[in-house]
């Protein structure tokens, strides 16, 4: 897994490349709390090119909703394949985190 990150309108933009999982969950973590650590509480998470998500990366993504709430900020993700979705629907985070369809409409909301 690869993150890149972009500072537009006050906000982060993460782009994650490859699978989120037991072995790259670690890294994900590391990453989003080094931003948080320099004071970004506002992060969206660009989905494109993210083909697998496990338990182990969701149990990641929401300790790291639950860090940005903490701090009155906020945590979008956005770009998400139809497999990587259903699996945000299946499990009802669909209903925990703010999901949009391209990083434009992230930024925008």
């Known amino acids: 897994m690869k ?3 972009a500072k ?3 906000t982060v933009v993460c782009a994650l490349s490859g699978e989120i999982n037991l072995d790259t969950s670690p890294e994900l973590r590391k990453f989003c709390a080094g931003l948080l650590a320099k004071g970004e509480k506002n992060m969206v998470l ?7 998500v496990d338990s182990s990366g969701l149990a990641t993504l929401i300790e790291l909703f639950q860090k940005i709430k903490e701090k009155s900020g906020s945590l979008k993700l956005c770009s998400l394949s139809d497999k990587v979705k259903s699996v945000f629907e299946l ?8 999901i949009c369809p391209s990083e434009e409409d992230a930024l925008r909301d």
Do not use: E, I, P
Not at 46 to 52: A, S, T
């Open 46 to 52: 660009n989905f494109k090119d993210v083909g697998y």
């Open 91 to 98: 499990t009802k985070l669909d209903r925990v985190f703010k």
């Open 8 to 10: 537009k309108n006050n």
């Open 3 to 5: 993150c890149t990150q």
